[in-house]
């Protein structure tokens, strides 16, 4: 069996459950409500979706001043790792993406997350931690938007659709949403509304981000990861942009392209189906 190119990144629920008490580690979960899940990872604390980590208009929150506040308030400094995992399979994974585009390198992803922690018989806590607050230096947080290793901006995607030679390499737009909002049957987390516009990104590829995932939760084995990929025409030699709703679940693939299958040229168009739809001059296609 091939290992992932970089296998560091991840963490195993055993091996987390062996640090748990570990002063240099933070565990985040992440999601929608804090009264979602029945229970938590001992010595978890809490980031909420939407006001946490999205702005009012569901884009990505690159705040400095926002996120030094967030991590002070979790108890981090620029010294503390943590391990993200969220209520819903693949959180932990646009947490490492958002974490290190914004300067704190120190991340790791709890592997199969909260769900296979539960099924592999690790303790369950019904209470989150509410750790001592730090004072996370706002200087030591300094997102590169421009980070070609992580982000694609819509100014440079339309520069391709407007003029396709001006970049080095032509992009495969991969769509990991689901199916109803790849043909358009869905708008972000509903059915389309008003002048909302459902479809996708014309020429773009589907791949459900979930099909990447083991029924526990888990990572795919590498070669399976591969061969599901290059079955879609994405291949390591082509620029590679993942996209969804909200740019989470995108970040995600961007995690398994990047670091576990090791393409060398993905970047995460974290505006997505967000931005792309309300944009007029941005053609859409659907099949609804």
Known sequence: MTPYSHPDVLVSAERLAGRRHDDSLRIVEVGMSPENCAGHIPGAVFWHTFTDLLNPNFSQKFDSAAMAALLSRSG????TTVIAYGSEPGTGAWIF????????RHVRVLNGGYRYWVKTGHPVADQFSTPEPTTYPIAALVADLQDPERRIAYADIRTHF?????????????????????TG???LIKPP????????????????HLLTMNEDGTFKPFDELKSLLIGKDVTPDRLVVPYCAVGARSAYMWFVLKHLLGYPTVRNYDGSWNEWSRLPEASVESFS
């Open 76 to 79: 981090i400094t620029p010294e």
């Open 97 to 104: 993406w958002l974490l290190t585009l914004m300067g704190h």
């Open 162 to 182: 407007q003029q396709p030679d001006r970049l080095k390499m032509a992009p495969v737009f991969l769509d990991v949403r689901t199916e109803r909002e790849y």
């Open 185 to 187: 049957k869905q708008y």
């Open 193 to 208: 509304e008003g002048d909302e516009r459902a479809g996708h990104i014309p020429g773009a590829v589907h791949l459900d």
